[in-house]
């Protein structure tokens, strides 16, 4: 067991997308552009609906997948295609938007807290263009791992031997939503073939010897196998999330991520065509 070392630490740079929605963006800024295969990382958490009413209106993808994680609130999606589904408190959706797909995110709910997150993870030149699908996970399909103080929940990868619901993904993706007692310690296994980062979302935790607040992204090296977690006296609740890199250059503007500028310009040109979905 060899522990991973610290890249960087830094806090969420608070932002806003889609009709207006408040979020803090930790990965996909200028302090860490993309962490290979991931490219971005957005929280959104407001009890104000005036943050999120708006939601996310019908908009284009294509060249990679969206994973949104809600832990307080609804979200209605649609898509181009007939698509619909509700993401409940607890649920998770993995949309691959591979050729393309146009589709919206909208809150189902009037006031209340609405919270989670949405990652964007690249696809492989192979698999940019192949259908689009959606994994929607209800809560209840994602096991948990009980440990000495705390639980784990297992959306994709494995942890004593189970597995989460999300497979089919090229970058053989983990995410772990671990809940850890005050003072509680923990040891995650990640392999040294995945990039990998934590992202504390409520209370503190220390990696090493370095305290982190809620709100930072925490991105590690790729020099070791594990990566000791403890919570602080509060307690602490993070996400873990690795993948194995692509390797392959990124051509990345607004709503599509490709390998070329060729690619690039194709899929404005198919949008404005009617030619994405």
Same mark, same amino acid.
Not at 33 to 49: I, T, Y
Not at 83 to 90: E, F, I, K, Q, V
Not at 119 to 145: F, G
């Given at each position: 067991?060899?522990?991973?070392?610290?890249?960087?630490?830094?806090?969420?740079? %608070?932002?806003?997308?889609?009709?207006?929605?408040?979020?803090?963006?930790?990965?996909?800024?200028?302090?860490?552009?993309?962490?290979?295969?991931?490219?971005?990382?957005?929280?959104?958490? =407001?009890?104000?609906?005036?943050?999120?009413?708006?939601?996310?209106? =019908?908009?284009?993808?294509?060249?990679?997948?969206?994973?949104?994680?809600?832990?307080? +609130? =609804?979200?209605?999606?649609?898509?181009?295609?007939?698509?619909?589904?509700?993401?409940?408190?607890?649920?998770?959706?993995?949309?691959?938007?591979?050729?393309?797909?146009?589709?919206?995110? *909208?809150?189902?709910?009037?006031?209340?807290? *609405?919270?989670?997150?949405?990652?964007?993870?690249?696809?492989?030149?192979?698999?940019?263009?192949?259908? %689009?699908?959606?994994?929607?996970?209800?809560?209840?399909?994602?096991?948990?791992?009980?440990?000495?103080?705390?639980?784990?929940?297992?959306?994709?990868?494995? *942890?004593?031997?189970?597995?989460?619901?999300?497979?089919?993904?090229?970058?053989?993706?983990?995410?772990?939503?671990?809940?850890?007692?005050?003072?509680?310690?923990?040891?995650?296994?990640?392999?040294?073939?995945?990039?990998?980062?934590?992202?504390?979302?409520? +209370?503190?935790?220390?990696?090493?010897?370095?305290?982190?607040?809620?709100?930072?992204?925490?991105?590690?090296?790729?020099?070791?196998?594990?990566?000791?977690?403890?919570? =602080?006296?509060?307690?602490?609740?993070?996400?873990?999330?690795?993948?194995? %890199?692509?390797?392959?250059?990124?051509?990345?503007?607004?709503?599509?991520?490709?390998?070329?500028?060729?690619?690039?310009?194709?899929?404005?040109?198919?949008?404005?065509?009617?030619?994405?979905?």
């Amino acid at each position: 067991m060899t522990q991973r070392s610290i890249e960087t630490v830094f806090r969420a740079i %608070p932002t806003s997308d889609g009709a207006g929605v408040r979020l803090a963006r930790s990965l996909g800024t200028p302090k860490l552009p993309a962490l290979d295969p991931f490219l971005m990382l957005d929280e959104f958490r =407001s009890d104000n609906p005036g943050d999120y009413i708006a939601g996310f209106p =019908s908009h284009p993808h294509r060249g990679f997948e969206t994973v949104t994680i809600m832990l307080a +609130g =609804s979200m209605q999606h649609k898509d181009s295609v007939g698509n619909t589904g509700d993401l409940s408190a607890g649920s998770v959706q993995w949309m691959t938007a591979g050729r393309g797909i146009i589709h919206s995110e *909208m809150p189902q709910q009037v006031d209340g807290l *609405m919270w989670g997150f949405q990652l964007w993870v690249n696809l492989p030149a192979k698999d940019k263009m192949v259908e %689009p699908r959606y994994q929607d996970i209800d809560p209840s399909e994602i096991p948990t791992v009980d440990i000495p103080e705390g639980s784990v929940r297992v959306l994709a990868g494995t *942890m004593k031997d189970v597995t989460g619901p999300i497979g089919g993904v090229a970058t053989d993706p983990i995410l772990f939503d671990v809940t850890l007692e005050a003072g509680a310690s923990l040891d995650l296994a990640v392999p040294e073939t995945h990039n990998a980062f934590l992202y504390p979302f409520v +209370g503190a935790a220390t990696f090493g010897d370095q305290r982190v607040e809620r709100g930072h992204i925490v991105a590690t090296r790729r020099d070791g196998d594990t990566v000791t977690v403890t919570a =602080s006296d509060e307690g602490a609740r993070l996400l873990l999330v690795a993948g194995i %890199p692509i390797g392959e250059p990124i051509a990345r503007y607004g709503p599509f991520v490709m390998n070329t500028e060729a690619e690039l310009v194709k899929a404005f040109e198919d949008y404005r065509a009617g030619r994405l979905a």
